[in-house]
């Protein structure tokens, strides 16, 4: 026998219907919820499974959670949007939950990649939002991507006995090899982002407008695998506003070496899980 429940939830947003799937477990239930917000193009379940079975483990901890597909994903109707455009959606949700489990003083913001972004962007979504729990957000403009590329690919490759190997059997062409790590230095070094880049670098500075007006605690994980990560580190740590946002006592790190994008290892999804219902046992009660 299981130790949670499990419902459709359906709820409007505008003129469109949402569907998300609520988590009970036993009572007495925790006074914080966690609400998972889903990366596109992805819907409530995600690769693997993974927020059906993170969802189920936080239940079974007495966890409420409501996982749910923003408009157009998955069940829900809608017109097509990008991550930028689903601040109405998070807030429809939360209300929604809010409504299906009465007893719920605070809810966390819980989302992967552009759901991350998306989270931030959405700052002052609800008063019930009391934290946010951002895996990998996604914050690429070409410029952060080559500085992710240069210190976590290059620099590994150069230091590969196979990667010498391939260069004197001539199975890698070596001029070829470095006019590609010129080209990706280049951009590296940039001061600032292409013309091409201006919508990156739009929600990028809304992401940090956001972090900076949020109050809550966050916890950012953050995989050891995983380029969106490495690029987000890279922007953390060049960037002066952002080191200092990213410095706040309010900020806690999760770090999973061995973790790819998604946790598509379980011992991956258990650890982050694991660490998700502490954080929110210590932080938010």
């Known amino acids: 026998m299981s130790s949670w429940d499990e419902e459709p939830v359906v709820f409007a947003c505008g003129d469109d219907e949402l569907v998300g799937i609520l988590h009970r477990g036993a009572a007495p239930i925790a006074r914080c919820g966690v609400l998972v917000i889903v990366g596109g193009p992805q819907y409530r379940i995600g690769s693997h499974r993974q927020f059906t079975v993170m969802a189920r483990a936080l239940a079974a901890a007495r966890i409420p959670v409501l996982r749910f597909d923003y408009r157009s994903l998955g ?3 809608g017109e097509a949007r990008t991550f930028e455009q689903i601040s109405a959606d998070i807030a429809a949700a939360v209300d929604a939950f809010c409504r299906a489990v009465p007893a719920l003083q605070q809810i966390v913001l819980w989302g992967l990649c552009d759901a991350a972004s998306a989270i931030m962007m959405s700052a002052r979504t609800h008063e019930r939002v009391a934290g946010w729990a951002l895996v990998n957000p996604e914050s690429r403009t070409s410029v952060s991507e080559a500085q992710a590329y240069v210190r976590h690919y290059y620099l590994q490759r150069l230091l590969q006995r196979s990667f010498w190997r391939k ?4 199975q890698v062409n070596p001029l070829a090899s470095a006019a590609g790590l010129f080209g990706t ?7 600032g982002a292409a013309p091409a880049d201006a919508r990156a670098v739009s929600y990028v500075e809304r992401m940090l407008r956001g972090l900076q007006q949020f109050p809550g605690p966050v916890m950012i994980f953050l995989s050891g695998r995983d380029l969106t990560a490495r690029a987000f580190e890279s922007l953390s740590a060049t960037a002066g506003e952002w080191q200092r946002a990213l410095a706040a006592k309010r900020i806690h790190y999760h770090r999973l070496p061995e973790a790819d994008h998604t946790f598509s290892a379980r011992v991956a999804l258990d650890e982050a899980t694991a660490a998700l219902i502490q954080w929110l046992r210590e932080s938010l009660g």
């Open 75 to 77: 069940d829900s109707s």
């Open 167 to 170: 260069v004197f059997s001539g």
């Open 185 to 191: 230095l280049r951009q590296a070094m940039a001061r």
